[in-house]
């Protein structure tokens, strides 16, 4: 169940449910790249991670009442850092990126919530009907 939630289009994420998604990624993807320099398992993780921040993202700004296309200033960030990563950048442009990032998570975070739901583990699922 709890990962059918990370890779579902409909619903919606709360902040902290979404900053976690990001630090997980960044996470994920500086561990890939300890263990794994220069590999292509640095851009298997990325495009993984990619999905599930960028859905998140939508859930998110779903919640949050705004357009979608708003999900790129997540998206980004995780996509150049694990491209960086790869490429094997110097550890202050990793460093920045990851920052960034999580800059731009924590923004989208910050949004105010247009609805007051109850929700389970950040996560409301939208029932039909």
Known sequence: ???????CREGRDTGLRLMAIVIAAFALLSIAALVF??????????L??????????????????KTIIYALICLLPVLIFGVAAYFEAPFGALASV???????????SFLPTKNHIQYALGYYELHNG
């Open 98 to 108: 990851f920052l960034f990032g999580l800059a731009c998570g924590g923004y989208l």
């Open 1 to 7: 169940m709890l990962l059918k939630t990370l890779l």
């Open 37 to 46: 320099p220069a590999s292509i398992i640095i851009l298997i993780a990325t």
């Open 48 to 65: 993984v991670m990619l999905p599930v921040v960028g859905l998140s993202a939508m859930r998110r700004l779903h919640d949050a009442n």
